[in-house]
């Protein structure tokens, strides 16, 4: 079955260092990726995705996302992190572009220190 | 343009009830799909619409059950309602499918 896994339950930075989220998947095929921020009481934002091509995407707040094929992974980062970013991070694989069915994984909290 | 909205954002209901939810998407989008999201399951999709018809549909009891009007707005209905049921629900919209999917804040549905 289809799956997707954040190693990193609880992650805690300093402002201003860089940031690495983990993300692996088990699929047959190569999935459409996407990484989703939520904030307390939000709902998910957007903050990148993979469909094809070059597999180092940029997003939105000065994260990227580099999928590797041959590890399965599709890992966040950020050069330097902002206060502003601590929030929930959800690492999410869609099967087909032709449904909204997305798989997610358990996500990862960020905390980020002063 | 206007997000996603969904309605009611809170919600308290007592075991054995039922409740509806609704979403409405963005202008334009004719995918509506719903999530539950829970501190021990996390977010698992529970059906989705397209064009008023449901395309896809997760792993959850009969109880859970939705529907698509012809604008684009979406309900879904959970009968005999259990306190395992007390979650965050979450729908996002998308034109087609996957690409530039949007979420809405979500209804917090608390069961007691």
Redesign the interface.
């Known amino acids: 079955a289809q799956s997707v896994t954040q190693p990193d339950i609880h992650i805690t930075v300093s402002e201003g260092a860089s940031l690495e989220l983990r993300c692996n998947y088990s699929y047959g095929a190569t999935p459409?990726l996407f990484w989703?921020v939520q904030s307390p009481?939000?709902?998910?934002?957007?903050l990148l995705k993979y469909f094809s091509g070059d597999t180092l995407v940029q997003g939105i707040k000065g994260f990227e996302a580099e999928f590797k094929r041959s590890q399965s992974s599709f890992n966040l980062r950020k050069p330097s992190v902002h206060w502003s970013d601590a929030a929930e991070y959800?690492c999410?694989v869609?099967l087909?572009?032709?449904?909204?069915?997305?798989?997610?994984?358990?996500?990862t909290t960020l905390q980020v220190k002063p | 343009k206007a997000g996603v909205t969904q309605t009611p954002r809170y919600l308290i209901k007592t075991r054995g009830q039922q409740v509806t939810l609704s979403c409405s998407p963005i202008s334009g989008h004719r995918s509506v799909s719903w999530y539950q999201q829970t501190p021990g399951q996390g977010l698992q999709f529970l059906f989705e619409y397209f064009s008023e018809t449901q395309r896809n549909k997760g792993n959850f009891p009969g109880r859970f059950s939705g529907r698509q009007f012809s604008n684009s707005r979406s309900e879904m209905n959970v009968s005999t309602l259990e306190l395992g049921d007390s979650a965050l629900y979450l729908c996002a919209s998308s034109f087609e499918g996957l690409r530039e999917q949007y979420f809405g804040p979500g209804t917090r549905l608390t069961v007691t």
Do not use: D, V, W
Not at chain 1, 41 to 46: D, F, V
Not at chain 1, 96 to 107: C, D, P
């Open positions: 459409y989703y009481g939000q709902g998910l934002q957007l959800f999410a869609g087909s572009s032709n449904t909204g069915k997305l798989i997610f994984g358990q996500g």
